[in-house]
C-alpha cells in the first residue's frame, strides 16, 4: 500500500465487530509506530494496549461511573475554552453530520449523551490503546506524541484495520488511571479504538470534510 492509499482511507470509525485481532500484529503496529519524529529523540509517548478481560474490566468500570453521574475532572481542556470560527464552525459541521447518519436529531439530547457513552465503550472495538505522557512535556512533545498515533493509525490502515482516535477518554483520567496504573507523574493524552469496521453501521458512512487549501495553504516561490 502506498503512503498516500494508507492517508486517504484513514477516517474515524464509530463502530466495529467483535472479531479479536492477532496481538502479533497490534505489537506490530505499536512497536513500528515508534520511528515516529520525535524532536531530540525524547520519544515522549508511553502506551498501553489493552484487550479481553482487561479491556472489559474498564469498560464496566467506565458504564458504572456513568451510570451514577460521576464525573471526574478531566485530564487537559480538550479544546479551547473560546473556540473561535473557522474553527468551531467546523466542529459543529462535523458533529450534525455524523448524528444526520445515525438519524439522531438536535432536539434528542439524551439519545445524543446515549451515543457519546459509546465512545467510553470503544464503539464495540476488540482492543483499546491509551496514550500517556510525562506531565512535564510541553506542546512540542504533545506534537510527538500526535505523529506517534498517527503512524499506529497509518499501519492499522496497512493491516486491514480501522481506529478511532478518542481524545474523549482524557474525561476519565481517573478510572483509566486506575485500570492501567499509570504513575502521578504521567497524564491521561487520549485512546484509541482498534478493530475491524463494521460496515453496517450507520456512523461509519461518515466521511467528514476538508477545508479548502485556500483557507490554509500559502506557497512562497
Not at 480538550?78 to 468551531?88: C, F, G, Q, S, T
Not at 485512546?191 to 495553504?217: K, Q, V
Request: net charge negative; aromatic share 10%; proline share 7%.
Amino acid at each position: 500500500m502506498e503512503v498516500s492509499e494508507a492517508i486517504a482511507a484513514r477516517r474515524s470509525v464509530r463502530g466495529f465487530r467483535a472479531d479479536p485481532v492477532d496481538p502479533a500484529v497490534l505489537h506490530g503496529i505499536v512497536t513500528k509506530a515508534a520511528r515516529a519524529a520525535t524532536g531530540g529523540n525524547l520519544q515522549p509517548w508511553h502506551i498501553d494496549v489493552l484487550t479481553g478481560d482487561p479491556l472489559a474490566r474498564l469498560k464496566a468500570a467506565v458504564l458504572h461511573k456513568l451510570q451514577w453521574g460521576q464525573a471526574e475532572t478531566p485530564a487537559y481542556d480538550i479544546y479551547p475554552k473560546e473556540l473561535v470560527a473557522p474553527y468551531r464552525d467546523r466542529r459543529f459541521a462535523v458533529g450534525e453530520a455524523m448524528y444526520a447518519e445515525i438519524g439522531i436529531p438536535r432536539e434528542d439530547k439524551a439519545g445524543r449523551r446515549l451515543w457519546f457513552a459509546r465512545n467510553f465503550q470503544f464503539f464495540g472495538a476488540p482492543a483499546g490503546l491509551f496514550c500517556t505522557v510525562d506531565r512535564r512535556m510541553g506542546p512540542p512533545q504533545w506534537a510527538d506524541l500526535g505523529m506517534y498515533l498517527q503512524n499506529v493509525m497509518l499501519l492499522a490502515v496497512e493491516a486491514g484495520l480501522a481506529t478511532c482516535a478518542q481524545e474523549c477518554w482524557a474525561m476519565c483520567p481517573e478510572t483509566v488511571g486506575d485500570a492501567i496504573g499509570i504513575p502521578p507523574e504521567r497524564m491521561l493524552f487520549c485512546g484509541m479504538a482498534i478493530g475491524f469496521e463494521d460496515t453496517e453501521e450507520p456512523a461509519n458512512r461518515l466521511r467528514s470534510a476538508r477545508a479548502p487549501e485556500g483557507e490554509w495553504l500559502r506557497i512562497w516561490d
